[in-house]
């Protein structure tokens, strides 16, 4: 059985995980249920058993820790209710690289695609970022950790400050000085902690999906 698991930024860039084509990964395993069909990334049908797990420390408040064996692997749950036996669900995968119930098994697997996740964030009129509705994908080979995001400026903002700039070097360089070759400088005062022109686009890395075709559990 072959499942997309969703791997989100901060294991690639702040814990250095890497999955690649090919190679085997071994990773404890959560779902998600999607209640509210926000249509997450890599949210997929699954068929499964459930079977409900002792409370333990880090359960969701108001959750009930729940195992569910799917085609060979097992995934964690906080379940919003008790249950137990035959499911049909639908939601994403993911990876969990910081705790899980004692004895809660590792799923094993090689992995056979690896797709990187770009979104691309718009500043709005007051300084704040609006998350792109839209994701790009980017098939690799192996994850690795992007440089950092990649800002693009809105043309009417571009063309503004092309203005400012031009009509700042018209004030301090006299007129007898604009010579070709001449070397000069100007001084233009500005603030980092100013906001990002209207319409600004950063492209932002938001994770990785990768499919992994179960072979077994470690630490069942």
């Not at 697997?109 to 704040?128: I, K, N, P, Q, T």
Request: charged share 30%; proline share 9%.
């Amino acid at each position: 059985m072959i499942l997309t698991v969703w791997v989100p930024s901060w294991e690639i860039e702040g814990d250095g995980r890497v999955f690649a084509v090919g190679r085997e990964t071994s990773t404890w395993l959560t779902f998600d249920e999607d209640r509210a069909g926000r249509g997450a990334e890599g949210a997929q049908p699954i068929e499964g058993v459930a079977r409900p797990l002792r409370s333990w420390p880090g359960e969701e408040s108001g959750c009930r820790p729940v195992r569910i064996d799917v085609g060979g692997a097992a995934l964690y749950w906080d379940a919003p209710s008790p249950v137990e036996g035959a499911v049909h669900l639908s939601g994403p995968i993911s990876t969990n690289a910081m705790d899980a119930p004692e004895d809660f098994p590792e799923t094993t697997g090689v992995v056979r695609r690896v797709r990187m996740v770009w979104r691309d964030d718009v500043a709005g009129h007051d300084g704040s970022w609006v998350a792109g509705a839209e994701v790009t994908y980017e098939d690799v080979d192996v994850t690795y950790v992007p440089p950092e995001p990649v800002r693009t400026l809105d043309p009417k903002a571009m063309a503004e400050m092309r203005r400012r700039a031009e009509g700042e070097f018209k004030r301090q360089v006299p007129l007898a000085r604009r010579l070709r070759g001449e070397r000069f400088r100007i001084g233009l005062q500005g603030s980092a902690e100013l906001p990002p022109p209207p319409g600004t686009v950063e492209r932002d890395f938001v994770g990785a999906l990768i499919d992994v075709e179960v072979t077994g559990l470690l630490g069942d």
